[in-house]
C-alpha cells in the first residue's frame, strides 16, 4: 500500500505542476497583451478601428510603411506607434475617431509665430507615437495604448471641423502627441477642414515616410518640426530613432515650398552645447533658407529624464546667439515668456512688427504682411 501511495503522490504532484505551469502561462499572456509584440486584446470597434494607409503584405505579416521604422507585423501585433494592428493580415489603425485630447489654444502656445498671429487655433491628438524619446514633454499622450485613454468619445472628421467652424476659430492643430500616430484620422479632418476654408497646422517631429507625407500637404499651411538635434547618438540613444529620416523630411518640405517652422527643446546636457546650436542652425540656413523660424525651447524635467534640471534661460540666450550670427532671421525662445526674445522684428532694419508675452500679443505692425517701414515682406500668412 506504502507503495502504491507513493505513486499516486508522484502523479499528483506531476498534475500540480502542469496546473501551475498552466496558470503561469495564462498569467503571462494576460500581463503581456498590451506589448506591441503579443496579441492584442482589445475588442475591433468599427468607430475607431479602421483599414490603415500605406502598408503592404509580406511573408508571415504585413509591413507598414508609414514611418521610418518600417515595422514587419505578425498577426495580432502592433507596431511601435502602439495604434497599429496586424488583424487578419490587413493592417489598422486603432485611434481613427478617438481623440485623447481637445482643446482651444492661442495658436503662440503650438508654438507657431508666422501664420494668423493672435488667433485662436482648434488642437487635438490621439495616442501613440512612433518614437521614445527620453525627454518627451507630452508623453502621457505619446507614450500610452488607445484603450488606456479614459472616457474617450467618438468625434468624427466632419464633427471636429463643425466644432472650429461654428466657434469662428480659423485653424486646426494636430499637436500634443505625433501627428503620424493617427494619420489617417489628421489627413481626414484636414481634407474637410481645407475644403471648408480653415488652415491646418502640423506639429511633428517629422517622422514619416515621403509618399504619406506627400498626400498630405496639399492641405496645410504650416509644418512646425520638431528637430530634436544633429546628432545620430542622440537621436538613437534619447529618441530610439534617425536623424536622417528627420533632415530628408524637412528637405521634402522645403522642396514643395511649404511654410516650415523648427523648434529645437534644448535638455540640459544632451543637446546644449555651442557646438550642438552651431551644427542645427547652419544646417537650417544652408538647408532651409535664412527666413525660417527657429525656436529654442525651455526643457521641463518630466518623463525619464525628471531627474534632470530645467533647461537654464541663458543657455537659450546663448542658443539665439548662435543662430543669429549664423545668419538666422527669425529665431524665438520657447516656453519662456521674454521681453523680446518672443517678438518679431523686421530683419532689414529691425522696426518691431509683432510684439508678444507669452501667449499674449500685444501689437501687430505689419501692412499687408510687410514692415511698414522699409517694405521687406515677411514670410508667413497674416490673414
Request: net charge neutral.
Amino acid at each position: 500500500m506504502q507503495r502504491n501511495n507513493s505513486k499516486l503522490n508522484i502523479f499528483q504532484l506531476i498534475a500540480i505542476a502542469l496546473s501551475f505551469l498552466l496558470l503561469l502561462t495564462v498569467f503571462i499572456f494576460f500581463a503581456f497583451t498590451k506589448s506591441p509584440y503579443i496579441l492584442s486584446a482589445i475588442k475591433e470597434n468599427g468607430d475607431y478601428v479602421r483599414s490603415a494607409s500605406y502598408w503592404h503584405r509580406v511573408d508571415l505579416g504585413v509591413q507598414c510603411d508609414l514611418c521610418p521604422r518600417n515595422c514587419f507585423l505578425t498577426e495580432g501585433t502592433r507596431g511601435q506607434c502602439k495604434v497599429r494592428i496586424n488583424k487578419n493580415n490587413i493592417l489598422y489603425t486603432m485611434v481613427y475617431n478617438q481623440p485623447a485630447a481637445i482643446n482651444i489654444d492661442p495658436i503662440e502656445k503650438k508654438p507657431v509665430f508666422h501664420m494668423l498671429p493672435g488667433t485662436s487655433i482648434f488642437s487635438l491628438s490621439t495616442a501613440g507615437c512612433p518614437l521614445k524619446c527620453t525627454f518627451c514633454q507630452n508623453w502621457t499622450l505619446s507614450q500610452t495604448y488607445p484603450e488606456e485613454i479614459k472616457n474617450v468619445e467618438i468625434i468624427t472628421p466632419e464633427q471636429i471641423v463643425y466644432a472650429a467652424l461654428s466657434r469662428h476659430i480659423p485653424s486646426i492643430a494636430y499637436t500634443y502627441g505625433e501627428p503620424v500616430a493617427y494619420y489617417e484620422y489628421m489627413r481626414d479632418i484636414a481634407r474637410i477642414a481645407h475644403a471648408k476654408g480653415l488652415r491646418n497646422v502640423m506639429v511633428t517631429s517629422g517622422y514619416i515616410n515621403e509618399k504619406p507625407l506627400l498626400e498630405l500637404l496639399p492641405y496645410f499651411d504650416v509644418i512646425k518640426v520638431d528637430l530634436k538635434g544633429m546628432s545620430k547618438e542622440f537621436y538613437r540613444e534619447e529618441v530610439d530613432g534617425y536623424l536622417d529620416s528627420v533632415l530628408n523630411t524637412l528637405k521634402i518640405l522645403r522642396r514643395e515650398n511649404k511654410l516650415v517652422e523648427v523648434v529645437n527643446l534644448v535638455v540640459p546636457n544632451r543637446n546644449d552645447s555651442d557646438e550642438d546650436f552651431d551644427k542645427l542652425t547652419k544646417w537650417v540656413h544652408d538647408n532651409l533658407g535664412a527666413d525660417t523660424p527657429v525656436f529654442f525651447s525651455k526643457f521641463h524635467p518630466d518623463y525619464k529624464l525628471a531627474n534632470l534640471p530645467a533647461t537654464p534661460v541663458k543657455t537659450l540666450q546663448r542658443a539665439v546667439e548662435i543662430a543669429k550670427k549664423n545668419g538666422l532671421n527669425f529665431v524665438y525662445l520657447g516656453n519662456v515668456p521674454s521681453v523680446d526674445g518672443e517678438n518679431t522684428y523686421c530683419p532689414d532694419d529691425n522696426t518691431l512688427l509683432i510684439e508678444r508675452r507669452g501667449f499674449m500679443v500685444n501689437r501687430i505692425n505689419l501692412k499687408d504682411g510687410k514692415c511698414p517701414t522699409c517694405g521687406r515682406e515677411l514670410p508667413g500668412i497674416w490673414e
